[in-house]
């Protein structure tokens, strides 16, 4: 267990400073994005689409609320 106190955070391969971060546990902006784009493109789901038009993390959340 992690003790952090931000609800979605991640343990680090490496502890190091990254501008944006107050504590070694939290997400910098982008790395929630990022993840979510390896997940995606991993499933296979949307091959045949072109890279660009692939839906973001941002746009699914938008149609599930």
């Known amino acids: ?11 680090p391969v490496r502890k ?3 501008e ?3 504590q070694w546990a939290r997400l910098t ?3 929630f994005t ?3 784009r390896k997940t995606r493109d991993k499933c296979k789901c949307f091959e045949n689409m072109p ?3 692939r839906p ?3 746009e ?3 149609l599930g609320s």
């Open 1 to 11: 267990m992690i003790a952090s106190p931000y609800i979605i955070h991640r343990r």
């Open 16 to 18: 190091v400073a990254a």
């Open 20 to 22: 944006g971060r107050d």
């Open 29 to 31: 902006p982008n790395t």
């Open 34 to 36: 990022a993840e979510f």
């Open 51 to 53: 890279r660009q038009h």
């Open 56 to 58: 973001t993390f941002h």
């Open 60 to 62: 699914i959340q938008a």
